[in-house]
């Protein structure tokens, strides 16, 4: 799969976070078109997956898998914690829609099947290991968002790197699931334009762009449900 190269990651997750913020403006149908939604909906789908792609290239690149782990179960709880107040906050209001968004803590299970497996070097232990990521990859698979999507994604990234055959093989197969699964996401395929602009460079490297990106996406997500009911 030749790829064009021309962004590098931190220019792809600017793309990334315009994209995801106009898709959660949904939460704003009272005030945009729900035509415009449906755009903005269609456009954000390989948002997610990027973000999958991009957390298989931090387990690969961070100097510190468990404090990387830590870090994505960290805000997941962050998150969760968000949504649980806010939803108790206008769980009374006209036309309630309740914020159960947490794609952090199918990524961060995701890493965490990943980094078990990574560390299941004691030959003694392995069979021990290989269970315990296989049970993080069934709880993110069924019970987080895009799981039945991004689980998978994330396994071929990570297995399949330098096997084009194979890896092409197992996006046809993460389609297949999408499309015959309910509540999957069938138009995953969009991460593609992305994955063949990147051209595996980190690009702006600063603390403040390091952790934007972290608490951005429940920030913005937050923001946007609150005016939904007080704007």
């Known amino acids: 799969m030749k790829k064009i190269r021309i962004l590098d990651a931190f220019q792809i997750k600017v793309i990334l976070i315009i994209l995801m913020t106009l898709d959660h403006l949904h939460y704003l ?14 456009i954000s789908r390989g948002v997610a997956p990027m973000f999958a792609f991009f957390a298989v290239e931090g387990i690969r690149h961070t100097g510190n ?4 782990c ?13 949504n649980t107040i806010l939803n108790r906050i206008f769980s009374s209001a006209a036309e309630f829609q309740p914020i159960n968004n947490n794609v952090i803590f199918t990524l961060a299970m995701g890493v965490l099947a990943l980094a078990i497996i990574q560390w299941s070097k004691d030959k003694k232990r392995r069979t021990l290991y290989l269970i315990l990521s296989a049970n993080c990859f ?14 998978p994604f994330m396994f071929i990234q990570y297995f399949f790197q330098k096997n084009v055959a194979y890896r092409i093989a197992g996006y046809i197969l993460i389609q297949i699931i999408a499309l015959l699964l309910p509540f999957s996401e069938p138009l995953y395929f969009l991460v593609f334009p992305f994955i063949l602009l990147y051209n595996g460079r980190r690009g702006i490297k600063t603390d403040f762009g390091k952790y934007f990106f972290y608490f951005y996406y429940p920030i913005h997500l937050w923001i946007i449900y609150i005016i939904r009911y007080i704007g």
């Open 138 to 151: 069934i709880t993110g698979f069924l019970w987080g968002e895009w799981g039945t999507v991004l689980l």
């Open 70 to 82: 830590f870090r994505l179960f960290a805000l997941a709880g962050i998150v969760f914690a968000g």
């Open 29 to 42: 149908n009272n005030i945009i078109s729900p035509n415009v939604i449906s755009v903005f909906s269609v």
């Open 65 to 68: 898998v468990k404090k990387y």
